[in-house]
């Protein structure tokens, strides 16, 4: 589970976000939904400890089993005490853009491993087969010796994916992940999510895509100009029209009919 | 599979290369001494001999050529990988120490250490580093000022640099006596190279080569962008800040042998990089190897082109790197745009 305790984070002495209280269930999929510049990709970066913050973001740590940490609290590890390598075994993110540099898919992915590797940075057979996997999960093996300014917009993006995949984090913080993409590979990143999910990890997502949102998501967190406003499930959630229309400007609403997509509609006439 | 055939070839040529450079300027000088005299003189190790005949061998072997040759070297390859560093560090392959002020501090400081402390070679080395830290502390914090952007670094780099050369120019002016080779400084060049500043300056190698050695397993993650680096566990400024203090040991010193020898420090990089992609890793390696190859081809013709008078080695490189230089660029660009 991720705790959010009083947490205010910003760029530089501009404060963004002020969250009093937030958590993230583990092996769900959560997904933070408001406007642009809401502040949903600030408060996810500060979860994922690269952006510096005020307040507690806590992890609970079941098996408690790195005792070399510095934490105060055995259950508990705060992400800002956590180690940079540690923390990139516990949290991968994966930013909303990446730049384009000219290296082949491979290589991208196997960054991923970086936490993992001891110096000289070689990698071990372990680490092959992670990047293997993390291919085969996305389904972009051949892709494997392209160079990166080569592929699609899209592609690309499976690709940043499968290398927070090699990172094998427990939680996954992914900014608009499907922004930008055609409908055959925003479904094809939604399937890669509920497999992870079925995998056992936890992720969470910033978006603004409400329909979609509603249909993947176990726990949706409304948020509205750095505050949070409401957190539920989509069907409470879609049970309170006028809360999700006064955050995004149209409502949601249970579609009729069978074989939707996404059975979710927007609906404005609340 | 075929990448890296190519790679291998690369070393091979690279290694060659280096050998053929290292033995052609150990044999070719102004004095005509038989390579077979040479060969024994190396054979004796530095021990001076004495009869005379082999005595002079031994002398021009040991404390002519063999000091100009490593420090052609380590020059070399210090400029070589600093530019890379800069470049990879801060993403953005315009960078070179020549380019963003750290030559020409290293340089503005080393003549001052001429003036104050003349002779001793280590206040020199010392002085050498301080300069390139100086000037490129100086450079960083006026980018990071005015937001980290690749036009303001240059920008911030060029004015730092014209301020130093400036300050340098004022010294060679009012101080003659302050470098022993006034051109053969400023436009860079090895006539000037004593064992004494190759000594001291190899401490500063060693710990520069150490540090890159070190940081080299994250320095690819600087071009996934600051918060993937992050985010992948790499504690993304302090490396960078490790990278730039690596640069300026390498390139610090650089300048205290070899003067302002600016543009190895931005192509060699640049071609390693056309020729290898961006892996770290491997373009250190080509870097120890193609950097100081070239500075001695570059050495090599500086002091055969007119013989017997010497050229700066620093001339030559221009004339002959900008438009080899040029040519990759362009060939690239075609290569591109098909």
Redesign the interface.
């Known amino acids: 589970m991720l705790i959010l305790q009083q947490v205010k984070t910003g760029y530089g002495k501009k404060q963004v976000v002020e969250v009093d209280e937030l958590s993230f269930a583990d092996r769900k999929i959560s997904i933070l939904i408001g406007c642009n510049g809401s502040g949903k990709s600030t408060l996810l970066?500060a979860m994922?400890g690269?952006l510096p913050y005020k307040g507690e973001i806590l992890l609970t740590d079941p098996a408690s089993d790195h005792p070399g940490a510095n934490v105060k609290c055995r259950d508990f590890l705060s992400v800002r005490e956590l180690p940079?390598?540690l923390?990139?075994?516990k949290?991968?993110?994966?930013?909303q853009?990446?730049?384009v540099?000219?290296?082949?898919a491979f290589?991208?992915v196997m960054?991923?491993r970086?936490?993992r590797?001891a110096?000289?940075?070689r990698p071990g057979k372990r680490d092959i087969e992670a990047v293997e996997r993390a291919f085969q999960i996305c389904g972009i093996e051949k892709f494997c010796d392209r160079n990166l300014p080569q592929l699609s917009g899209g592609e690309r993006q499976l690709c940043?994916l499968a290398?927070?995949i090699a990172?094998d984090p427990e939680i996954f913080?992914l900014d608009e992940p499907m922004s930008a993409m055609d409908i055959s590979h925003q479904m094809r990143i939604m399937e890669i999510l509920r497999r992870l999910k079925e995998e056992g990890k936890t992720i969470i997502m910033t978006s603004h895509d409400l329909p979609q949102s509603f249909t993947l998501a176990d726990q949706i967190a409304l948020i509205r100009q750095g505050k949070l406003l409401c957190k539920g499930s989509p069907e409470e959630l879609s049970g309170k029209p006028d809360l999700v229309k006064e955050v995004m400007g149209a409502a949601v609403r249970k579609a009729a009919g069978e074989g939707l997509l996404y059975p979710y509609v927007l609906a404005s006439d609340i | 599979m075929q990448d890296r055939k190519r790679l291998r070839t690369i070393y091979i040529i690279g290694i060659l290369l280096l050998i053929v450079m290292f033995a052609l300027s150990i044999l070719t000088g102004n004095r005509d001494v038989s390579s077979s005299d040479l060969f024994r003189a190396l054979l004796r190790g530095s021990v001076i001999p004495e009869e005379k005949e082999a005595r002079l061998a031994s002398v021009i072997l040991w404390q002519v050529r063999m000091p100009r040759a490593a420090a052609c070297l380590l020059s070399g390859l210090g400029l070589s990988i600093s530019g890379l560093l800069l470049q990879v560090s801060l993403?953005n392959s315009l960078l070179a120490p020549g380019i963003i002020g750290i030559n020409s501090g290293a340089g503005f400081f080393v003549l001052i250490a001429g003036i104050l402390f003349p002779g001793a070679a280590y206040i020199r080395s010392a002085f050498s580093f301080f300069g390139a830290f100086l000037a490129a502390m100086i450079v960083v914090f006026l980018a990071s000022k005015a937001g980290l952007s690749k036009t303001t670094l240059i920008l911030a780099g060029v004015a730092v640099s014209y301020l130093f050369t400036a300050g340098s120019d004022a010294i060679i002016t009012f101080r003659p006596d302050s470098v022993a080779d006034k051109v053969g400084f400023s436009l860079g060049g090895f006539s000037s190279v004593s064992s004494a500043s190759l000594r001291f300056s190899l401490p500063l190698f060693a710990a520069g080569l150490i540090l890159t050695?070190?940081l080299?397993?994250?320095v690819?993650?600087f071009?996934?962008?600051d918060?993937?680096a992050?985010?992948?566990?790499?504690?993304v400024r302090m490396w960078r800040f490790l990278c730039i203090l690596s640069a300026t040991l390498l390139a610090g010193a650089s300048v205290s042998l070899c003067g302002l020898l600016g543009f190895v420090g931005l192509i060699i990089p640049n071609l390693v990089r056309l020729a290898s992609?961006?892996?770290f890793?491997t373009n250190i390696v080509l870097c120890l190897l193609y950097g100081p190859a070239f500075l001695m081809l570059c050495d090599l013709i500086a002091r055969q082109m007119f013989y017997p008078y010497e050229l700066p080695a620093g001339l030559i490189l221009s004339v002959i790197g900008v438009p080899f230089f040029l040519s990759v660029l362009l060939r690239r660009k075609k290569k591109l745009s098909l």
């Open positions: 970066k994922a690269i940079h390598r923390r990139a075994r949290i991968g993110i994966l930013p853009s990446q730049p540099p000219d290296m082949d290589t991208l960054h991923g970086f936490s590797l110096w000289p940075g940043y290398m927070v990172q913080l | 993403n050695a070190v080299a397993p994250g690819d993650l071009l996934l962008g918060e993937s992050e985010g992948l566990g790499l504690p992609g961006n892996h890793r």
